[in-house]
């Protein structure tokens, strides 16, 4: 009986979408049971020079530690099509954006003005259809294959979709 309940829990949870169980980072860390060692134990009444190095040093560990764990969880989820929110650690101007945009199709100006109405030009636009990136991008085109909120691997995923910037009727703004 414990076998028969065990294999409907796994069919069931398989069976949810990815958003549903991989939605936030303090789930993950939760199950994956993440959590460092003890805190150095420190008087407050008596804390000396080398005390207070031992709690700083113990806090940077820990921030490094799960900057660490942030990176491979969100690294994950993506590489598997789940749908990590942010925040992100690069911004992107307009202008880098539509350099890039230019060194893949050239002077496109259909490129740039389907890259303006999809996302304005926001490498981290996201849509709750799944649809991600400079050129909202499905998740069946890039889950598992490249981060959709990379602008360059986005830019030419669309250029390989579009035929090389000759044809837009994958996209809404087209």
């Not at 936030?24 to 009444?45: E, N, Y």
């Not at 804390?47 to 799960?66: K, S």
């Not at 002077?107 to 109405?117: D, G, I, Q, S, T």
């Amino acid at each position: 009986m414990r076998l028969r309940t065990i294999a409907s829990a796994l069919a069931l949870t398989m069976a949810m979408p990815a958003v549903a169980h991989a939605e936030t980072w303090a789930h993950w860390k939760h199950t994956h049971r993440l959590h460092s060692g003890r805190a150095p134990s420190v008087d407050p009444d008596h804390l000396t020079p080398a005390a207070l190095r031992e709690v700083i040093r113990f806090g940077l560990a820990q921030a490094r530690a799960e900057l660490r764990r942030r990176v491979a969880y969100e690294s994950h989820e993506r590489s598997v099509g789940h749908f990590v929110r942010g925040p992100w650690p690069r911004r992107w101007t307009v202008a880098e954006i539509q350099r890039m945009i230019e060194s893949v199709f050239g002077r496109n100006a259909e490129a740039l003005r389907v890259a303006a109405c999809e996302s304005h030009d926001n490498p981290y636009a996201q849509n709750a259809s799944g649809a991600s990136g400079v050129f909202q991008l499905m998740p069946e085109w890039w889950a598992g294959r490249f981060d959709p909120f990379d602008p360059m691997a986005n830019i030419r995923e669309a250029y390989r979709m579009s035929n090389g910037g000759t044809n837009w009727g994958g996209w809404q703004c087209a």
